[in-house]
């Protein structure tokens, strides 16, 4: 059974670092594009980043651009999410999520292209 187990959700004060990791199991981890997202309270979810099959390539929203970094690892079949400067409107719970055919050169937060979805880690982020 595929599992994607999001893990280093915190309560953290604005202007900190945080970095998320999601860990999959039973997935062939270089066959997918790997994502984030998150949902506030009360808000929809939205898109974060992702990472192609390789690595090379990350698409950001304009949010994180600059301040969200993407990155796998794949002997430990790990995608992560590094925070920068965290601020009160990141609060939100963050999942990961996979994608099998998301081509590369398209990548996309667009969620029914995502097959597999974590079950999320919670982000606080006080002022």
């Known amino acids: 059974e595929v599992q994607l187990v999001e893990s280093g959700g915190a309560s953290v004060q604005s202007g900190e670092s945080l970095r998320l990791s999601c860990t999959t199991y039973e997935l062939p981890f270089d066959a997918y594009v790997m994502g984030w997202f998150r949902q506030a309270p009360g808000k929809e979810r939205e898109g974060v980043g992702c990472?192609?099959?390789?690595?090379?390539?990350?698409f950001y929203e304009d949010f994180a651009k600059g301040r969200f970094t993407v990155g796998r690892d794949k002997y430990t079949k790990t995608v992560y999410l590094q925070m920068y400067n965290v601020r009160p409107d990141d609060t939100a719970v963050y999942f990961c999520a996979a994608s099998r055919g998301m081509p590369a050169w398209r990548l996309s937060m667009e969620e029914h292209l995502y097959n597999y979805w974590g079950q999320g880690t919670q982000v606080t982020v006080s002022s």
């Open positions: 990472v192609s099959r390789t690595g090379e390539m990350t």
